[in-house]
């Protein structure tokens, strides 16, 4: 009887397992709380398409092209103007104060110079406190003056707006280039969650057997190494799907986030994921030798998954030497699996490459955590 | 299976290093099956390591030996289903409940009709009131019990038993032992340690372990007199520099308090007495020969030998100085 793996010896470690699971009521509140938490901080809050934003304008031009652009931010979605005719000092104070999200100045003889084909410059100044909320607003503002003048610009003028921009928009405030849309946040909240509850939580229960000293009692059984380590990552593979069903339901009706693709492609890359994960975690459990020590080593490596994976700045903007520490994390991938399957409605042949790498990843993380396990207390 | 004689273990110069410390020095020892062996010594001088080593938790540095006729270092799984570990500190899940705990371990030995086997040993070990109760909220001598059951669960040949009676109750403690000997009377070999005298007088073997060696090994009666100790007991109604004073005499050995007197031991019997003689001289002090006890000759043991792990450096120096 040399099979690694006895059945009534596994059932037993996985049942033992989901019973602690079930007891442990921090750790449980963990696992479903704080998939949530961050749905709702990363995808509703921070960056929730801005909508509505106070503007104010200084007007020093009062003719038909300024209405226009008034009236056309008067009707999107992205502004609501408070006050269309400040003095420059009034604009300033309410911008401080946090009235106004921006203030737009029309100068002086604005729709003349235009007419002229002078590009005038309109100058935005936008409170970059919140910049997710300021970049997304002004992009809209150019394109929403880009129309004005092509409706208000016609006959002599009308060639103008044919080659650039009548005018251009300047802006002073500094603010993250990037536009993040729920679309390409809630799939990339999976894959951060699964990172962070995977590892962390596999990690502290196998640290938990040594520092309680229950693994002296198991390792006097029978109980073989391979049955321990999958008896501990059956019951997280099931909370895995649990939270994933959560994050996709929530996409779904809370987000409106579209899903393209097939789901059962999505759950069976997940797979791959999450045992990827697990196996760092128990691999991190066989070093730490206690729960600090375990949870300290599960930041440690959720830290580089969330800034270097394409999750919080585009991966392709990062440099190089982030690139490479990224392609070897599993969540980048991960993260072009879930957005391609969601969004892009990606099959199965655009998503393998990034399986494969995931899978690579996985051989090497449960190779090490299988060769880490001890089967004596030295 | 190739049985070896009628040894239950037999392990000759086990060791184990942590390090460069030596906790277990090169110990040979001898377990006749169907005895109840007791394995006493002072704190940390490595009855623990032993015990691990012996069930294959422990890697020994060097050594070798069998335990139930398997090889300690290439018979691990098969030694593990054989022999019931109970540790010194409470190992179960305190997550659990009793009877989880209990089912938890039958199924990972694969007892076949485990339902029945649970029942059987919570009536048995008197957990059956408890069994819903998470072991973690058992008092210290309930869950030493509940260990007790579990190591026993899956009718093991050999039990190594790490004090299982520390802080168990007289009551307990004395059905504890009645339990030990009524199992090894129908076979089970039973290796026990413990600091308790009235516990190694119950042993039908005994081994002492001090700093890692192994000093004596036999039956109580006989350690005794291996010893070769002559033993006074010494009453005095002024009592209070006795003790000093007979220690400081020639040919004494030991002297140690004994219910209201004082018990004094000397290996060279003609200077003992000849010393006693001239103390009882002198007045108020009583002088009778007296039966030397286990607990003389451990103590006196533990006096002979020096504490080398309580400082790591002087123990290098003196390893040094010995190669
Ligand atoms: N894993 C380890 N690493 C280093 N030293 C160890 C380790 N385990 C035990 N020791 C040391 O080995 C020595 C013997 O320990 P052991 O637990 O075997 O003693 P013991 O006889 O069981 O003591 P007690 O009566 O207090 O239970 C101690 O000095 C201890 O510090
Ligand atoms: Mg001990």
């Known amino acids: 009887m040399r099979a690694p793996i006895h059945i009534t010896r596994l059932l037993a470690m996985v049942g033992k397992e989901f019973v602690q699971m079930r007891r442990d009521r921090l750790t449980f509140a963990m696992m479903a709380g704080i998939p949530m938490?961050?749905?709702?901080?990363?995808?509703?809050?921070?960056?929730?398409?801005?909508?509505?934003?106070?503007?104010?304008?200084?007007?020093g031009d009062s003719g038909p092209l300024t209405r226009a652009m008034v009236a056309g931010m008067q009707v999107s979605d992205y502004f609501r103007v408070v006050d269309a005719d400040l003095s420059a000092s009034e604009a300033t104070e309410q911008l401080a104060r946090g009235e106004l999200q921006f203030v737009l100045h029309v100068p002086p003889d604005f729709e003349r110079d235009v007419r002229r084909g002078r590009h005038p410059a309109l100058l935005v100044e936008a409170d970059a406190s919140d910049p997710s909320a300021t970049s997304r607003g002004l992009s809209a503002?150019?394109?929403?003056?880009?129309?004005?003048?092509?409706?208000?610009?016609?006959?002599?003028?009308?060639p103008l707006q044919q080659t650039a921009p009548p005018f251009s928009v300047t802006v002073h405030a500094l603010y993250n280039p990037e536009a993040h849309t729920a679309y390409n946040i809630v799939p990339g909240l999976m894959g951060v969650i699964l990172t962070m509850t995977m590892v962390m939580i596999t990690a502290l229960a196998m640290t938990r057997e040594r520092e309680r000293g229950t693994l002296e009692m198991l390792l006097s059984t029978p109980v073989r190494p391979l049955e321990v380590l999958v008896g501990k990552i059956v019951p997280y593979i099931v909370v895995a799907y649990?939270?994933?069903?959560?994050?996709l339901v929530a996409a779904r009706l809370i987000f409106k986030v579209p899903f393209e693709g097939s789901l059962p492609l999505l759950l069976g890359a997940a797979l791959?994921?999450?045992?990827?994960?697990?196996?760092?975690?128990?691999?991190?459990?066989?070093?730490?030798?206690?729960?600090?020590?375990?949870?300290?080593?599960?930041?440690f490596f959720f830290l580089p998954s969330i800034l270097l994976s394409g999750f919080m700045f585009p991966f392709r903007g990062m440099p190089d030497w982030a690139q490479a520490i990224g392609s070897v994390l599993p969540i980048t991938h991960f993260l072009r699996v879930v957005r391609g399957i969601m969004l892009k409605g990606a099959g199965w042949l655009e998503v393998a490459p990034e399986v494969a790498k995931m899978a690579l990843f996985l051989v090497g993380s449960l190779t090490a955590a299988v060769a880490r396990y001890r089967r004596t207390l030295d | 299976m190739k049985e070896d004689g009628d040894a239950a273990i037999e392990v000759r110069g086990l060791t184990k290093?942590?390090?460069?410390?030596?906790?277990?020095?090169?110990?040979?020892?001898?377990?006749?099956?169907?005895?109840?062996?007791?394995?006493?010594?002072?704190?940390?001088s490595g009855k623990t390591t032993c015990l691990r080593m012996i069930c294959g938790l422990l890697e020994p540095t060097a050594g070798d030996g069998t335990c139930l006729g398997f090889d300690i270092l290439s018979q691990r799984r098969e030694i593990k289903r054989e022999v019931g570990y109970m540790t010194q500190k409470f190992s179960l899940y305190e997550d659990l409940t009793v009877a989880e705990n209990l089912a938890f371990v039958a199924r990972v030995y694969e007892m076949p009709d485990a339902r029945h086997l649970l029942q059987q040993t919570l009536e048995r070990f008197d957990l059956a009131g408890r069994q819903r109760q998470l072991a973690g909220s058992l008092s210290g001598g309930w869950k030493q019990r509940l260990s007790l059951a579990a190591c026993m669960l899956h009718q093991p040949r050999l039990l190594l038993l790490d004090e299982p009676t520390a802080g168990v109750d007289p009551k307990a403690r004395r059905d504890f032992w009645e339990e030990i000997h009524q199992l090894a009377a129908e076979g089970l070999t039973v290796l026990v340690t413990t600091h308790y005298m009235d516990e190694a007088e119950r042993c039908t073997h005994l081994a002492y372990?001090?700093?890692?060696?192994?000093?004596?090994?036999?039956?109580?009666?006989?350690?005794?007199?291996?010893?070769?100790l002559t033993t006074f007991n010494v009453t005095a109604r002024e009592s209070a520099d006795l003790a000093?004073?007979?220690?400081?005499?020639?040919?004494?050995?030991?002297?140690?308090?004994?219910?209201?007197?004082?018990?004094?031991?000397?290996?060279?019997?003609?200077?003992?007495?000849?010393?006693?003689?001239?103390?009882?001289?002198?007045?108020?002090?009583?002088?009778?020969?007296?039966?030397?006890?286990?607990?003389?000759?451990?103590?006196?043991?533990?006096?002979?030998?020096?504490?080398?792990?309580?400082?790591?450096?002087?123990?290098?120096?003196e390893k040094g100085g010995a190669s």
């Open chain 2, 209 to 228: 372990l001090a700093y890692g060696k192994l000093l004596v090994q036999g039956d109580p009666t006989s350690l005794v007199q291996q010893s070769g």
């Open chain 1, 272 to 299: 791959v994921f999450v045992l990827a994960n697990l196996g760092v975690g128990v691999t991190f459990s066989t070093i730490a030798r206690n729960q600090l020590q375990a949870v300290q080593m599960a930041f």
């Open chain 2, 17 to 44: 290093r942590f390090g460069d410390k030596t906790v277990v020095d090169d110990v040979s020892l001898r377990v006749p099956r169907g005895s109840v062996f007791g394995f006493l010594g002072p704190n940390g």
């Open chain 1, 37 to 59: 938490m961050q749905l709702l901080l990363f995808g509703f809050a921070i960056n929730q398409d801005p909508k509505h934003l106070p503007m104010g304008v200084v007007n």
């Open chain 1, 242 to 247: 649990i939270q994933i069903g959560l994050i």
């Open chain 1, 141 to 158: 503002l150019s394109e929403i003056g880009r129309r004005a003048a092509r409706e208000v610009l016609k006959g002599p003028a009308a």
């Open chain 2, 244 to 317: 000093v004073r007979l220690r400081a005499l020639p040919g004494v050995d030991l002297v140690a308090a004994f219910g209201k007197g004082l018990h004094v031991c000397g290996r060279d019997a003609v200077a003992l007495r000849a010393a006693l003689d001239a103390v009882a001289h002198e007045g108020e002090v009583e002088v009778r020969p007296g039966r030397t006890s286990l607990e003389d000759v451990f103590i006196y043991l533990m006096g002979q030998t020096p504490d080398n792990f309580a400082n790591p450096s002087s123990a290098s120096i």
